[in-house]
């Protein structure tokens, strides 16, 4: 009886230590579990704050690209530099839009690293989600825009070059008036002269013997049909001023005698100064005779 009462107590404690270790082994397990399920969690956490982060930074570069009035320059030294020298507004503006394309080429390989990545890592939250689904329409967007702005510069360039072509043909034309009121300036306040002794200007044909009575009291008159050639041209507006190599000098031709004097300058030289120009190129041809 009593061997039969020692067994069962045997018998019963066997089963409780078996229960015993059941119960520590899968407590082991849940502890396991939990520590398992804690460390997935802190991982998550982790690439949920990395993924917001790298999110914060993609949006902050978007909003780096402006476009329009207030637009800022992403790398102006790396800008200026890609020009080259000189660089017409049509250029400048195609090398800002190349610019902004690859800013935003490397935004969308970034939106693009950052969804592989979270794939990759089994973070799928419906907020990060979201969030990358926003950046894909603000690149979007930004893309669309460059775009119009890609073609309002390829339309401006062409009108820029219509008008560069209208403002060259206007300084063209302009440079030809001015070319010709120059011309007809100098046309109006060139004078022609000629100097020489009576035998000089008789023999060149620029004077001749009339008048008179019998060969008796003849004066020197202009001829006029001297050849061009035997004349000196003077513009008026630039000089007013002839110098003769002679003692005395006489002025032949019908100037008005008002319009110049007479003077002096050394035992051999006469200077005639004119001093009304328009009064003094009324008549053209100005004939000097040395005496």
Do not use: W
Not at 93 to 107: C, G, H, N, P, V
Not at 125 to 136: D, K, Q, T
Not at 193 to 222: D, F, Q, R, W
Request: charge should be positive; aromatic fraction near 4%; glycine fraction near 6%.
């Amino acid at each position: 009886m009593r061997r039969s009462i020692g067994f069962a107590l045997a018998f019963v404690s066997l089963l409780l230590l078996g229960a015993t270790i059941v119960s520590y082994s899968k407590y082991k397990k849940s502890v396991a579990e939990y520590q398992q399920v804690t460390a997935q969690e802190e991982s998550t956490r982790v690439h949920y704050d990395r993924a917001v982060n790298e999110i914060v930074v993609i949006q902050d570069s978007l909003n780096a690209i402006v476009m329009g009035p207030n637009a800022t320059s992403l790398a102006p030294d790396r800008y200026q530099l890609e020009l080259q020298g000189p660089a017409t507004l049509h250029d400048e503006s195609l090398a800002r839009i190349a610019m902004l394309k690859s800013a935003i080429e490397r935004t969308k390989k970034r939106i693009e690293e950052l969804d592989a990545k979270l794939k990759k890592n089994g973070v799928r939250m419906a907020g990060l989600e979201s969030m990358i689904v926003g950046l894909r329409k603000s690149v979007t967007e930004k893309e669309e825009r460059i775009a119009e702005l890609s073609t309002q510069v390829d339309t401006l360039g062409v009108r820029v070059a219509g008008l560069t072509t209208q403002v060259e043909a206007q300084r063209q034309d302009i440079d030809t008036k001015q070319a010709e009121i120059a011309r007809k300036r100098e046309e109006i306040a060139t004078v022609f002269y000629a100097m020489g002794t009576k035998s000089e200007l008789t023999n060149a044909g620029i004077v001749a013997s009339k008048g008179g009575v019998l060969g008796l009291g003849k004066t020197l008159k202009p001829s006029g049909a001297a050849n061009p050639a035997a004349f000196t041209p003077l513009d008026t507006d630039q000089e007013t001023v002839i110098r003769v190599p002679a003692a005395k000098v006489q002025v032949l031709s019908a100037q008005n005698v008002a319009s110049y004097v007479l003077q002096p300058v050394g035992e051999n030289m006469v200077e005639i100064r004119i001093v009304n120009p328009e009064e003094f190129r009324k008549v053209k041809q100005v004939i000097i005779l040395k005496t």
